[in-house]
Structures are given as structure tokens and as C-alpha cells.
């Protein structure tokens, strides 16, 4: 009876090896079931009258109007302007913290001497400060940009800062008894370990810089996401106003795509067995 239960078992499992296609669907069901669940609720609600289709259109609505938008070309202008501005105050964020983040887990006495003015600013939260910047650097896209990156440098300060501090004193140890300069000491062993940590930060200012941008766009812009939202639920144009919000869910999801895939690529090491 056992010699014949396995008999009949082994060709399931070698079909299913066999194949993969069939493997990856179930895999991409079971990841994404919630979510298709999620939008057939939106889609049938307000049919059945469970909701006001007036406040909550059909999600087969938004998407008819998002076609409609991209073919006239709103759609593109809207989402390139934001992308542009997120994109661009992401960047500087980067460029500046992460070495900034860097000197200060590495140097103590610098650490010390900017760390009062540090805490002082990040516990302002930067849509408090979006006043300041426009009084200061007028309503264009200079003071946008400029918000982004406010809010994106703490995150990855902070995260940076953290990484290095943080770092295997053992490794450190071990490191300097072969003999390394302290510039190989940082460059082969202190910045390796602490890309994760870093990217942590990165990866959360990659959100914060839809965010704060989104509120930002809804004073005193001409075009972005946030102005299509804020824009359509003025004239209660109310499917343009989901299609703004389900485009802003669509590239905080592609900028962490974007970072994850990034991260795998400079953590290969990790993966590697520990080589460069």
C-alpha cells in the first residue's frame, strides 16, 4: 500500500517541478490575492449600492478616466512633474547625508559639536516648515525641491549615523591587527557594513519624499500628483481624484522596487559568502 501511495505521489511532484510557470502564478496569487480581493470589493461596492458611487467611484471608473487622462496627456505631465521633483530632492538627500552621516559615526569630537544643532532641526517636522521655504524661496519648484529633500536627509542621516556606529567592533579589531590605514579600514570593512543600515534609511526617505512632496504640490502648484488630487476634489471631479491617489500609491511602489533592486546589487557580498 505504501509502494503505491508513493507511485502515485511521485508524479505530482515531479509535474509541479516540471512546472514552473504553473509554480510562479500560484506564487504571485498567493502574494497578491489580497490585493485583487481589495479591488473587486472597490469594484462591486458602490455597484451594489453599499457605498455612494458619487464619494467612491468603481475602481473600473478611475481606470476609464486615467485612460482618458493619459491619451490627452495630463496624466504623463503630471506624474514626469512630480517624479521630477521627488527625484531631484531624493538625490541631494543622498548626496549629503550619507557622507555627512558617515563623518559623524566616524569622528567623535565632530559628532559632539553638531549633534545640538541636529536634534534642534530634525524634531521640526518639514511640513511645518513648508511657510519658510516658500517665504524664502518663492512658490516655483525650488522651494519643493527644497522640502523634499528636508524631509529625506533625517532619515538617512540618521540611519547613516547609526550604521557606523554600529558596526562589528571585531571586525574593526581584526581589521586593524592585518595592518589596514584608517582609510582602507573604512573603505574595505567600516562602508561595506554598513550599507544595509544605510539603505534602511534611504529606502524609508524613498517614501517620506512622495509624501511631503504630494502635501507640498497642494499649495500653490500648477501641476503633480498632488495638484490633480487636491485640484479634482475642489470641483468634485472624484474619479480624477482616486486616479491621483492610486498614481502616487504607483510610484511609491516603483521607487522601492527601484531601491530594493539597488540594495540586492551592493549587498551581494552578503549573499556571496562575504566577497567583494
Known sequence: MSAQESTLELPTARNAGRNPALQAGLRALRRGGAIIVFFLLWEIAPRLGLVEAAFLPPISQVLATGWKLLLNGQLP???????????AGFALAIVTAIPLGLAIGRYRLFAQAVNPLLEMFRNTAALALLPVFILFLGIGETSKVAIVFYGCFWPILLNTITAVVTVDPLLIKSARTMGLSPVRLFRKVILPASVPTIFVGVRLAGAVSVLILIAAEMVGAKSGLGYLIIYSQYNFQVPEMFLGI???TLVGLLINALLVALEHRLTAWKRNGGEA
Open 246 to 248: 492610486v498614481c502616487i
Open 77 to 87: 505631465q503630471h506624474f514626469a512633474a512630480s517624479l521630477a521633483r521627488s527625484a
